[in-house]
């Protein structure tokens, strides 16, 4: 199946920018999302990117996609503590288009 | 609507016995999916509904598990004589609109197999 990989951890300081980085292997990825999962509840989508996009900003949200080294990154301005969470990214591809693959997910904790 | 929900939340079980979990979607979504989280990794796919119709299943699922979505709207997953493996966080979720949409995910059920 699909390999797709993430940091296992991540710890800033309020008020900096985050980044959460993910690879993917298929390069027929149609598209990719990232979701925020806190302790005790479900997996809540962020954002999303299609595969003919380099870039989508969503308000303190910045996804970069770089289709050629496959890897896709999330940056969060102004982190704050209630974005304390795993971040999942997820990839949907042609051949799989029913089936989410994710990743292993990144701990972001953020220092007050 | 609120969104996705599912019950028991929690499930504590003796290694043997079945259990049954069960998934209400969001109501117009007729795609429904199954994921199994353990700790530390990601959600991975089990099974896949559209509609009544389960058109897709995973290798992870075993013999021992059976899901059902009788009328296109609930689904629920059974696990036939459970093992300490099969313990988990069981996530269901669904989605409308064409292949590779946005899913929306329940809470889940933790399974705890003693």
């Known amino acids: 199946g699909e390999d797709v990989e993430q940091s296992l951890f991540l710890s800033v300081r309020e008020g900096d920018s985050s980044v959460i980085n993910c690879t993917y292997t298929?390069?027929?990825?149609?598209?990719l999302y990232w979701y925020k999962q806190e302790p005790g509840a479900g997996l809540q989508l962020l954002t999303y990117?299609?595969?003919?996009?380099d870039m989508k900003q969503d308000q303190r949200l910045t996804v970069l996609l770089n289709k050629k080294d496959k890897h896709l990154s999330l940056r969060i301005a102004d982190t704050q503590t209630g974005d304390s969470a795993i971040y999942f990214c997820?990839?949907?591809?042609?051949?799989?288009?029913?089936?989410?693959?994710f990743g292993t997910g990144t701990s972001l904790t953020v220092i007050p | 609507d609120t969104g996705v929900s599912q019950d028991p939340r929690h499930k504590i079980t003796k290694r043997g016995q079945n259990v049954t979990f069960r998934c209400d979607p969001i109501?117009?979504?007729?795609?429904l999916y199954w994921y199994r989280q353990t700790l530390g990794q990601g959600p991975e796919f089990l099974t896949y509904?559209?509609?009544?119709?389960?058109?897709?299943k995973s290798r992870l699922l075993s013999d021992r598990f059976s899901a059902e979505r009788p009328k296109g709207s609930f689904s629920t997953l059974e696990i036939q004589r459970t093992e300490q493996g099969d313990s988990a966080m069981y996530l269901c979720?669904?989605?409308?609109?064409?292949?590779?949409?946005?899913?929306?995910f329940g809470p889940g059920t933790r399974l705890t197999v003693l």
């Open positions: 979720a669904s989605s409308v609109g064409p292949r590779g949409a946005e899913q929306f």
């Open positions: 298929d390069s027929s990825s149609t598209y």
């Open positions: 990117i299609f595969s003919n996009m």
């Open positions: 997820a990839e949907v591809t042609w051949n799989t288009g029913n089936q989410f693959y």
């Open positions: 109501s117009e979504h007729n795609r």
């Open positions: 509904f559209q509609n009544e119709a389960q058109l897709e």
